[in-house]
C-alpha cells in the first residue's frame, strides 16, 4: 500500500473513530430504537434442537427487508459437512463444486465464484488454495475457496440474493456473510466441544476431527470473551482415469503420427503414406493439395479417427489439514456503546503426491514420429477408436509432489454506537491476508521408449481397460528394467532421437491476497416508519502472484529436460531400482519416481547448480513470467437510502429504496516482451458506477410475503484478463496482451419472491429472478490503432511506428451480455401433526431452475467474428436438495441428498474441442445422534454414501467429422467418508 493511501486509511479512520466517541457521553441513557432492536435480533444463537435452529433461520427470513437465505448455529454443525461449502449447497439456488471429495467453490443461480462476494464478519475477503491443472490450478482469481475453513467455527451462514445500496458492490450471483461467534451471544458461562475420528473406505484411513469452545461474561455481561478452536486431518484419495484429451492423426499439427495398420490382428501390416513435406509434418490436411498424399479406404479411416491424447492412469494422495481459530472480545461500557475485535485464524496445509501413467507419444508431432502402428481397433460412428492395440509406442510414469499451506488471518474491530433514541452508528476497520504458498511443485518422470502391445479399451469410458505392453527390453511397468531417466539430445532441446526427453520441472509459487476496510454506518430514525440509513467505505484490495521455473542455458527460456551428461542421469540409470517405488492404482502397479528418495540424494529445491545439475529457477523465464503479476484497486464507496414501512389498501409494506455510488482505482502490472527485451510494465485506469437499488415487502394476507426487488449491480473483470502482460511484434504488427480497460461486467437484476408462513417453524417459497447482463469478457482479434490500446507509444520507439500504426491485436474485451432467469421452490415443513413418533419428522427440500444463454466467440480475426449461443459457463439448469431428518429427545438423524445437472466448464468454440463439462452429480450425507445425556451426545456421519465419481467429458466437432459429445475426459473416485465420535456442552 502506497504511503497516500495509508495516510488517507489512517486519517479516515481517525475521524470516524473520534466522530463516534464524541458521542459516548451524550448517548449514556438514550433508550433503543427499532432500528437496534432490529439489529439485535439478527444476532441470537441458536443452541437447541435442530428445529430450533430452522426455526430462527425462517425468523430471520421474515424479518429482513431484502431476499436472503440463512443457516443458524445448530444445524451448521448437524449437517454432515466438512466445510462451508458443503453447508452452503442446502441453501436453495446455491451448487458447489468438489476436490478432492470436499467441496470447494459455490456457484449461485447460475453465476460461479467469480462473481460470488463473501463477507467474514462484515469484510470482505478471498480465501485461495491450490488445485489440480486439470481443475485450472492454484487460484488466481476473484472467487473464494471455501475448503479453507471448517464449517464449525461459524455459527451463521447468509445468502443474500437481492442487494440494497447499504450492500458492498461487486456481485451478481450473491453476497456470502460468513459469522463467527461472539461472547455477547451467550448469557455467560458457555464450553463446548467435539471429538471424532474419520475413516474414508478408498484411501482406507483413519482421520481426527476435533472442535472447542469457550465463552464467559464478567463485570455484570458487561465484558465478555470467548475462543474457539477446530482441528482436523484426513487422508485423501482420488483415482479414476483420463484422457488428456483427444485428438486424431490427420490435422496439421498431428499429422503421421500413425505410420501403418493391420486389418488382420497385428500380424501383417500397411504402410500409411507418409507425408511428402516430412521436416514441417504439414500434410494430409486437405484431399486437394497436389504435394500430399491421397488417403483412401482403411488409411483414411484410422488416420481421421480420435484417440486419447495420453489416456492415463491417475491417483492423488492428498494429507489435508485443517486447523482454525477464532477469538473475540466484547466491552460493553453503557447500553448504548459495544466494542467489538474478532480475530479468525485458519491454515489449511495440503501434501499432495499425483501419479501418473500414459502413452505420451501419443500426444507429440516432433522426436520418434511416425512409427506408431495401430490394429485390433474398433472405429465408431463418430469416428471415436474406442478400443486398439499399439506398437511403437513412448509410455510415461511420472510422480508429483505439491506442498501446499494456506494461511488466512482476519482482525477486525468494530463500534457500535447509539447516540440517542433515533441516532446510531457504526464504525467498522479491519484488514484480512489470504497467502497461498506452494514452496515445492515438482514433477519428474521415467521414460519407455517404442513399447509394443500396448491396448486400451474405453468401450465404458468411466472404467478403461489399459495394458502397457512389454518395453524394447521385455520387461513391464513393475519392473525396473522398462523405465530409463532418458536425457534430452542437447542442453537446449526438449527431445532426443527417441521421443520426449525425461522432466524435472520445478514450479514453486504464491498467491496473496489482502483487503484493508474501513466503513462508516449511520441510521437515523426520522419517524416511527421512516429510517435513513447512510456511510461509506474505504477499501484497498492488493494480489500478487509468483511463479518460479526452471531454466538452464538463458534465463528467459525454461528448460526442464534431463540434460544429457548430468550426474543425475547417470546416478538414476545406474540404479533406478532405488530411485523408483511401487503403487498401484486402478488394478495396475507400476514404478514411479520416489521422489522423496530423489530429492534426498539430489537436492533439486537448491535454486543452484550442484555435482548432480542445473536445478536453478527464476521468475522471468517463458514458462514462469505468466503468473508472476499484481493487482491493487482502491474502492471509494458512499450510499443514502431510506428503510420505510407503511400500508397499502390495509396490507402492511415494507421496503428500502437507496443509491450506491463505487469509485475504483485500478493498478496492474505484468512482464511484458518485445523480442529479447524484457521488461515489467505497470497501467492505471478508474472508473465510477452508480447503483441504484428498490427492495418492497407486501403482506397480502397474514403470513403471506411478496416481495419485489430491482438493482444495478455490477462486477469486476477477472484478475487475469486485467493483466497488461504480453508480447509485441514490431515486424508483424501484432500485439497479445490482456486488457487493463475492461469495464465491469454489470447488469439490471430483478427478483420476485412469494413466501407463505403457516406457522413458525414452516415455510413455503416461490421465487423468480432474471439478470440483464450487459455485456460479457471474452478474447478477441482486432485491428486497431496502437495509440487506441492504452499502452505507452514509446514502446514503438526504433521501429518508426507511431499511435496511428494498425496493430493485430489480440485481447479480452467486452463484449455482447445476455440474459439469465430461472426459479427456486423451496419446502420447510415439520410433521408435527403427524401421531406417535412420526411427529418428530420433517422435511428441507428445494429446486432451482436457471436459464442462460451468451454469445460465445467462435472464431475471431481482424476482419471477422462470429458468435454461437451456449449456456453461462458453469450453469447447472437443474440443482436440488433434500434433508429428511427425525428428532427425538435421544435419538435424532438425518439423511440429506443433493444434486446438481452437469454444465460447462471450458469453453473452446472453434478449436474442435468446443466443449468440456462436468456430468451431473449427486450426493447421499447422513448424521444420526444419541443424546446420552445434557452434556453428552454421540454422533455418526458419512458423506458420499452413493460412491459418486466427479465425471467431466468433452465434446469434439473436428473438421474430419469427428463429433461426439460424450468423450472421456476426466472421472476421478474419492471414496466414502465416515465420522464418529461425541459433542460436549457444559
Not at 148 to 175: C, D, H, Q, Y
Not at 188 to 202: H, P
Amino acid at each position: 500500500m502506497s504511503r497516500k493511501i495509508r495516510l488517507t486509511a489512517v486519517l479516515m479512520m481517525g475521524v470516524a473513530a473520534a466522530s463516534l466517541q464524541a458521542g459516548l457521553v451524550h448517548a449514556q441513557t438514550a433508550t433503543t430504537s427499532a432500528g437496534e432492536t432490529e439489529k439485535q435480533a439478527e444476532v441470537i444463537i441458536v443452541r437447541g434442537s435442530f428445529r430450533e435452529s430452522l426455526r430462527s433461520a425462517i425468523a430471520t427470513k421474515r424479518a429482513e427487508i431484502d431476499i436472503v437465505d440463512s443457516i443458524k448455529a445448530e444445524d451448521i454443525g448437524k449437517f454432515p459437512d466438512n466445510n462451508l461449502a458443503e453447508s452452503l449447497q442446502r441453501i436453495p439456488g446455491v451448487a458447489i463444486d468438489r476436490e478432492g471429495g470436499e467441496g470447494k467453490t459455490i456457484t449461485v443461480r447460475g453465476l460461479g465464484p467469480d462473481f460470488t462476494r463473501v463477507r467474514l464478519n462484515g469484510l470482505e475477503a478471498i480465501s485461495t488454495t491450490g488445485g489440480k491443472d486439470k481443475d485450472g490450478g492454484a487460484n488466481r482469481g476473484r472467487g473464494f475457496d471455501f475448503n479453507v475453513f471448517a464449517s464449525e467455527l461459524f455459527n451463521s451462514l447468509t445468502v443474500r440474493k437481492s442487494t440494497s445500496a447499504e450492500i458492498e458492490e461487486g456481485s451478481l450471483g450473491a453476497t456470502v456473510d460468513l459469522r463467527t461467534a461472539r461472547p455477547f451471544d451467550y448469557k455467560g458461562f458457555t464450553m463446548a466441544g467435539s471429538v471424532q475420528a474419520g475413516y474414508n473406505d478408498l484411501s482406507e484411513d483413519v482421520g481426527k476431527r476435533g472442535t472447542f469452545m469457550v465463552s464467559n461474561r464478567w463485570a455484570d455481561g458487561k465484558l465478555g470473551a470467548l475462543f474457539s478452536v477446530a482441528y482436523s486431518t484426513k487422508q485423501n484419495f482420488e483415482e479414476g482415469p483420463n484422457s488428456g484429451r483427444w485428438q486424431n492423426a490427420y490435422s496439421a499439427a498431428n499429422a503421421g503420427r500413425l505410420q501403418s495398420y493391420s486389418t488382420d490382428g497385428g500380424r501383417t501390416f500397411l504402410p500409411i503414406t507418409p507425408c511428402t513435406t516430412a521436416t514441417t509434418r504439414v500434410c494430409n490436411t486437405t484431399e486437394i493439395n497436389a504435394t500430399n498424399p491421397t488417403l483412401t479406404g482403411e488409411a483414411l479411416a484410422v488416420t481421421q479417427a480420435i484417440y486419447p491424447r495420453f489416456l492415463r492412469t491417475s491417483q492423488f494422495v492428498t494429507d489435508a489439514e485443517r486447523l482454525g481459530v477464532t477469538g473475540s472480545l466484547q466491552y460493553r461500557p453503557t447500553e448504548n456503546t459495544t466494542f467489538s475485535l474478532d480475530i479468525l485464524h485458519s491454515e489449511f496445509s495440503a501434501d499432495r503426491i499425483e501419479y501418473n501413467l500414459e502413452p505420451i507419444s501419443f500426444s507429440r508431432n516432433t522426436a520418434g514420429v511416425p512409427q506408431t502402428d495401430i490394429y485390433d481397433y474398433t472405429i465408431d460412428s463418430r469416428k471415436v477408436i474406442t478400443k486398439a492395440a499399439f506398437n511403437d509406442v513412448d509410455i510415461r510414469t511420472e510422480m508429483r509432489f505439491d506442498e501446499l499451506k494456506t494461511t488466512f488471518n482476519q482482525v477486525n474491530f468494530t463500534i457500535d454506537q447509539q447516540f440517542n433514541d433515533k441516532f446510531s452508528g457504526k464504525l467498522l476497520i479491519g484488514s484480512s491476508r489470504s497467502y497461498l504458498d506452494n514452496p515445492e511443485q515438482t514433477t519428474f518422470t521415467f521414460e519407455s521408449y517404442n513399447v509394443q502391445g500396448y491396448k486400451y479399451d474405453l468401450t465404458d469410458m468411466t472404467k478403461p481397460i489399459i495394458d502397457f505392453g512389454k518395453s524394447a527390453t521385455g520387461c513391464n511397468i513393475a519392473q525396473a528394467c522398462y523405465w530409463q531417466y532418458a536425457a534430452a539430445s542437447s542442453t537446449t532441446a526438449s527431445t532426443n532421437a527417441n521421443g520426449d526427453a525425461s522432466l524435472i520441472r520445478l514450479r514453486p509459487q504464491t498467491v496473496e491476497n489482502t483487503y484493508n476496510t474501513g466503513a462508516m454506518d449511520f441510521k437515523y430514525e426520522w419517524k416511527d416508519n421512516v429510517r435513513f440509513k447512510f456511510g461509506g467505505s474505504f477499501k484497498v484490495f492488493s494480489f500478487e502472484t509468483q511463479e518460479w521455473r526452471r531454466y538452464t542455458t538463458s534465463d528467459q527460456t525454461s528448460n526442464e529436460a534431463a540434460a544429457p551428461g548430468s550426474g543425475i542421469v547417470t546416478e538414476l540409470n545406474g540404479n533406478l531400482a532405488n530411485y523408483s517405488r511401487a503403487v498401484t492404482v486402478a488394478g495396475l502397479t507400476y514404478l514411479v519416481p520416489d521422489l522423496d528418495k530423489i530429492r534426498a540424494k539430489f537436492n533439486y529445491n537448491c535454486n543452484c547448480t550442484n555435482q548432480w545439475g542445473q536445478f536453478t529457477v527464476n521468475k522471468i523465464n517463458s514458462n514462469a513470467r505468466a503468473n508472476n503479476r499484481s493487482a491493487q484497486e482502491e474502492d471509494t464507496a458512499l450510499y443514502l437510502q431510506s428503510d420505510f414501512q407503511t400500508e397499502l389498501a390495509s396490507m402492511p409494506v415494507r421496503g428500502n429504496i437507496g443509491v450506491r455510488y463505487v469509485g475504483t482505482s485500478q493498478t496492474v502490472d505484468g512482464f511484458f516482451s518485445r523480442g529479447a527485451v524484457l521488461e515489467k510494465i505497470t497501467l492505471k485506469r478508474s472508473y465510477e458506477d452508480y447503483l441504484p437499488a428498490f427492495n418492497l415487502t407486501i403482506e397480502p394476507m397474514e403470513n403471506v410475503l411478496v416481495r419485489f426487488a430491482a438493482a444495478k449491480a455490477m462486477s469486476r473483470p477477472t484478475l487475469a484478463s486485467l493483466s497488461p502482460a504480453g508480447s509485441i511484434n514490431t515486424t508483424s504488427n501484432t500485439l497479445s496482451i490482456g486488457n487493463p480497460y475492461l469495464d465491469p461486467i454489470r447488469a439490471n437484476t430483478y427478483d420476485m419472491s412469494i413466501e407463505w408462513y403457516p406457522s413458525k417453524d414452516t415455510l413455503f417459497t416461490v421465487s423468480l429472478f432474471k439478470k440483464d447482463l450487459q455485456s460479457w469478457i471474452q478474447s478477441l482479434v482486432r485491428t486497431v490503432p496502437f495509440g487506441e490500446t492504452g499502452y505507452d507509444v514509446s514502446l514503438l520507439d526504433g521501429t518508426g511506428q507511431s499511435a496511428a500504426t494498425a496493430y493485430t491485436v489480440t485481447q479480452p474485451i467486452n463484449t455482447q451480455g445476455g440474459e439469465l432467469q430461472g426459479f427456486e421452490v423451496s419446502v420447510n415443513q415439520p410433521f408435527n401433526f403427524l401421531p406417535s413418533f412420526l411427529s418428530n419428522t420433517g422435511m428441507i427440500l428445494n429446486y432451482t431452475q436457471v436459464e442462460s444463454t451468451i454469445n460465445y466467440v467462435i472464431s475471431s480475426t481482424a476482419t471477422t467474428t462470429t458468435y454461437a449461443a451456449y449456456n453461462l459457463i458453469g450453469m447447472s439448469p437443474n440443482s436440488y436438495n433434500a434433508t429428511l431428518y427425525y428428532e427425538g429427545k435421544q435419538l435424532s438423524g438425518r439423511v440429506s441428498y443433493s444434486y446438481r445437472d452437469g454444465y460447462i466448464s471450458v469453453l473452446l468454440p472453434g478449436s474442435s474441442a468446443d466443449l468440456w463439462g462436468k456430468e451431473g452429480v449427486s450426493s447421499l450425507d447422513m448424521q444420526i445422534s444419541y443424546k446420552l445425556n445434557d452434556k453428552i451426545t454421540f454422533v455418526l456421519e458419512g458423506t458420499n454414501l452413493t460412491d459418486e465419481a466427479q465425471d467431466s467429458r468433452i465434446t469434439y466437432n473436428t473438421a474430419q467429422g469427428n463429433v461426439a459429445n460424450d468423450l472421456l475426459f476426466d472421472v476421478s473416485n474419492s471414496g466414502r467418508q465416515f465420522y464418529f465420535g461425541a459433542r460436549m456442552k457444559f
